[in-house]
C-alpha cells in the first residue's frame, strides 16, 4: 500500500498553505499541520514530513524575509513553487443573515487586504487572528452566530460555512507565492528552468554588479533580488536571487563565473518555473 506525501504547513487544514499544497501535490497528501514555519522545518528535519509548503512572498504584502533565513540554516534544497491567487470571502454558520453579523476575524495580513470592505461596514468590529481557517473552525466549534470569519472556499467546505459575501479582498490581483522544501537535492529528470541562489560578495564598489552582469551577459533572467544583512556584520548582506534560463548551458556557465567572486555561494534548488496564477 502506498503511503501518503506527507506535507508540512503553517497553520491548520483548510489554510491557503493546504490550498497551495493540493495546488502542487494534489488532494491525497497528508497534512502536516504546524504552529510556526520553524516548526515546519523541524517536521521536515525530524522526518515527520517528507516536504515543506512555505510561503515567501505576498504581492501586496513583499517578501516573508524571516523564512529565507529559515530554508539556508536548515539547508533544505527547493524542490518546487506554487504561485495562488488570495480570494477572501465571508463565511458564517448556516443561516446567519448579513445583518446579524457584529464581529468579523481573521489573520492581520488578510484582514489588511480587506480594508477597503469593512470601511463600510463600521458597525461590524474586527478582530485579528493568528490563522484565516483557525477562525473558521471556531465559528463552527463555538456555533458564534454574530461572527463571520475572513477565509478561502477550503475553509467553507471543512468547516461546513456559508460564503455570504464573496471576493472582497481589495486587490483582485493578489497572490502568493510558495516554495516547496525538501530534505536533499534530488537530480529532477524534468528540464529544469529556474533556480534560487544566495551569496555575499566583498563590501566594495563594482562588487555585486560585476556577478549580476555575468548573469545579464549569458542571458539568465533574475526575477528576483533580495538581501538582507548578516546577523552582528555590519555592511554585510546575503544576496537571494531568482533566476530563469531558456539554454541550461548558458546558466551552468554563469554560475561558473560568479563562483570568483562570491563568497558562501549556495545554490538553495534548481525546479520547473511554475508561475501560473
Avoid at 506535507?7 to 483548510?14: E, F, L
Avoid at 443573515?97 to 492581520?108: E, L, V
Avoid at 493568528?130 to 475553509?155: H, M
Wanted: hydrophobic share 40%; charged share 25%.
Amino acid at each position: 500500500m502506498k503511503t501518503k506525501t506527507r506535507v508540512a504547513i503553517q497553520g491548520i487544514k483548510a489554510s491557503f498553505h493546504e490550498e497551495a499544497a493540493f495546488k502542487f501535490f494534489g488532494r491525497d497528501i497528508e497534512t502536516i499541520e504546524c504552529n510556526s514555519f520553524k516548526q515546519t522545518c523541524e517536521s521536515l528535519e525530524n522526518d515527520k514530513a517528507d516536504f515543506v509548503i512555505m510561503a515567501i512572498e505576498n504581492s501586496i504584502a513583499g517578501s516573508l524575509l524571516p523564512n529565507y533565513t529559515l530554508i539556508r540554516e536548515y539547508n533544505f534544497a527547493i524542490s518546487g513553487e506554487v504561485y495562488l491567487p488570495i480570494q477572501l470571502h465571508l463565511m458564517a454558520l448556516p443561516g446567519v443573515k448579513f445583518k446579524d453579523i457584529r464581529f468579523a476575524t481573521s489573520h492581520p495580513i488578510a484582514i489588511r487586504q480587506c480594508v477597503d470592505f469593512f470601511d463600510d461596514y463600521p458597525n461590524i468590529q474586527v478582530i485579528e487572528s493568528n490563522d484565516t481557517a483557525a477562525c473558521a473552525k471556531k465559528i463552527r466549534d463555538e456555533q458564534l452566530t454574530d461572527t463571520v470569519a475572513i477565509a478561502n472556499t477550503l475553509a467553507a467546505e471543512l468547516y461546513g460555512l456559508n460564503i455570504i459575501e464573496r471576493r472582497i479582498e481589495s486587490n483582485k490581483k493578489n497572490y502568493t507565492r510558495f516554495l516547496i522544501l525538501q530534505k536533499q537535492k534530488i537530480e529532477d529528470t524534468k528540464e529544469i528552468n529556474k533556480a534560487s541562489i544566495c551569496f555575499q560578495v566583498g563590501n566594495h564598489v563594482g562588487a555585486l554588479s560585476k556577478v549580476l552582469n555575468i548573469f545579464a551577459e549569458l542571458n539568465v533572467n533574475l526575477t528576483k533580488i533580495q538581501s538582507m544583512p548578516v546577523l552582528g556584520k555590519r555592511n554585510e548582506y546575503y544576496f537571494y536571487v531568482d533566476m530563469e534560463w531558456s539554454n541550461m548551458e548558458n546558466y551552468d556557465t554563469a554560475i561558473r563565473k560568479a563562483l570568483k567572486y562570491t563568497v558562501n555561494f549556495n545554490i538553495m534548488g534548481e525546479y520547473v518555473k511554475n508561475d501560473t496564477v
